[in-house]
């Protein structure tokens, strides 16, 4: 284009030509900098994909999506029992029941659980949370902890959050039965 304009100008001096040149380049140079000036007024505000790579540990990263909850009574130890462990969405949010939801229990000291794999299909999903359906037995009384780990989605009504392999602890008392080893026992 530049080259155009100067072949046009077939009438005019070098000089005016080197004139144009510095005009048009100035007219460039201008808009350039008001095109770059124009974001700068605005405050940039920063947003994490939603699948972002976390920078905290993993155990605190969603801490404000959901609660755990634990059966409110004690098992018995010697039994075998149902029991149901809960995750509930947080204030705001709701179970993404679209989700392909898993859940996988670690060995636990001093409680047997019969299935320790479950998958969406699995779960009682609600619109605010989800039981996992355990049986488990303990062989000893008080309080006993059962880790898992996680990957479920709860959303709001904007935005879903993807969960990956959260860590998570639930706990369940043990109490009466025979926990007490027998007379004469090595």
Same mark, same amino acid.
């Given at each position: 284009?530049?080259?155009?304009?100067?072949?046009?100008?077939?009438?005019?001096?070098?000089?005016?030509?080197?004139?144009?040149?510095?005009?048009?380049?100035?007219?460039?140079?201008?808009?350039?900098?008001?095109?770059?000036?124009?974001?700068?007024?605005?405050?940039?505000?920063?947003?994490?994909?939603?699948?972002?790579?976390?920078?905290?540990?993993?155990?605190?990263?969603?801490?404000?999506?959901?609660?755990?909850?634990?059966?409110?009574?004690?098992?018995? /130890?010697? =039994?075998?029992?149902?029991?149901?462990? &809960?995750? %509930?969405? #947080?204030? +705001?949010?709701? /179970?993404? =029941?679209?989700?392909?939801?898993?859940? &996988?229990? %670690?060995? #636990?000291? +001093?409680?047997?659980?019969?299935?320790?794999?479950?998958?969406?299909?699995?779960?009682?999903?609600?619109?605010?949370?989800?039981?996992?359906?355990?049986?488990?037995?303990?062989?000893?009384?008080?309080?006993?902890?059962?880790?898992?780990?996680?990957?479920?989605?709860?959303?709001?009504?904007?935005?879903?959050?993807?969960?990956?392999?959260?860590?998570?602890?639930?706990?369940?008392?043990?109490?009466?039965?025979?926990?007490?080893?027998?007379?004469?026992?090595?």
């Amino acid at each position: 284009m530049m080259n155009e304009i100067l072949q046009n100008s077939g009438n005019s001096s070098r000089r005016n030509r080197g004139r144009l040149v510095l005009v048009l380049l100035m007219a460039g140079g201008v808009l350039a900098a008001t095109a770059c000036d124009k974001g700068t007024s605005e405050t940039p505000v920063a947003q994490a994909p939603i699948n972002a790579i976390p920078t905290a540990p993993a155990e605190n990263l969603n801490a404000d999506r959901y609660q755990l909850g634990g059966p409110a009574k004690a098992i018995t /130890v010697g =039994e075998s029992s149902a029991i149901a462990l &809960t995750i %509930e969405a #947080a204030d +705001g949010l709701k /179970v993404n =029941e679209e989700f392909p939801w898993s859940i &996988t229990f %670690e060995d #636990a000291p +001093g409680v047997e659980i019969a299935k320790k794999e479950f998958k969406m299909e699995e779960l009682d999903l609600e619109p605010r949370r989800a039981s996992i359906p355990l049986t488990v037995s303990a062989s000893e009384s008080g309080k006993h902890l059962l880790s898992a780990v996680g990957n479920f989605s709860v959303c709001n009504d904007t935005q879903c959050y993807v969960i990956r392999n959260q860590k998570l602890a639930f706990h369940v008392e043990a109490s009466g039965g025979d926990d007490a080893p027998a007379a004469g026992a090595n």
